[in-house]
């Protein structure tokens, strides 16, 4: 389970403040996927992270009761003066895996070929994002966080290989994630929110979520 309660984040943008969450509340069963639709600009990315705990909120609470994935595309741990090699290995013992199953995962989901060896900073962005998803996948996670404006691959082997992964996981495991387009939201979940002015609006489908959403943004471009 994952809750927030009577949460708000907000920033400075220099000229005024730009409220993320105003005493949001609100639970994520295990189970009951998640859909979050947003316009680009609203903090979605803020959102995810302080789901995952990269980010702290201003006042409230977050609970997590469950094992919650760091946002898919997230680089964070990774050091990019070694190769995918040592990373892999490295992440696996902090989250108490075999390090073998996990580099041998990770190379064989990736398909970077002899680039498993060299270090990150030499990887295209596309390289980066491939072995990222592969890390998150590897591990074994309760709730898998997604933001749509994660850098994702243009490998057509690699994208089918990890579609099928994750489509799998999903038999067992929960989802939550945040964009702009509720045909993407289609794919992952049935219960959906809309972020609107801060406050999370929860709906038991997408279809009721897509009302507001559509009704708020019509005649905006999104």
Not at 145 to 170: C, Q, V, W, Y
């Amino acid at each position: 389970m994952l809750e927030f309660e009577s949460v708000s984040k907000s920033f400075w943008t220099g000229s005024q403040r730009k409220v993320i969450l105003d005493r949001a509340s609100f639970r994520v069963e295990l189970g009951n996927s998640l859909g979050i639709l947003a316009p680009n600009g609203t903090g979605k990315t803020t959102l995810i992270n302080m789901m995952a705990g990269l980010e702290k909120p201003d006042e409230g609470v977050i609970r997590r009761e469950c094992r919650i994935s760091f946002p898919l595309g997230f680089m964070g741990g990774v050091v990019s003066r070694v190769s995918a090699v040592e990373n892999s290995r490295f992440i696996a013992r902090l989250y108490g895996l075999d390090p073998d199953y996990v580099e041998s995962f990770c190379r064989w989901l990736c398909g970077l070929g002899e680039y498993f060896e060299q270090p990150l900073g030499t990887y295209s962005s596309g390289m980066r994002a491939r072995f990222a998803f592969a890390l998150l996948l590897a591990l074994d996670f309760d709730i898998y966080l997604i933001d749509e404006g994660m850098p994702g691959s243009t490998d057509a082997e690699f994208n089918r290989k990890a579609g099928e992964l994750l489509r799998e996981r999903l038999r067992t495991t929960t989802v939550i994630i945040v964009s702009h387009q509720p045909a993407t939201l289609e794919k992952f979940a049935r219960q959906a929110a809309v972020l609107r002015d801060g406050k999370l609006h929860m709906f038991n489908t997408l279809e009721e979520a897509k009302q507001l959403y559509e009704y708020d943004t019509q005649g905006q471009e999104i």
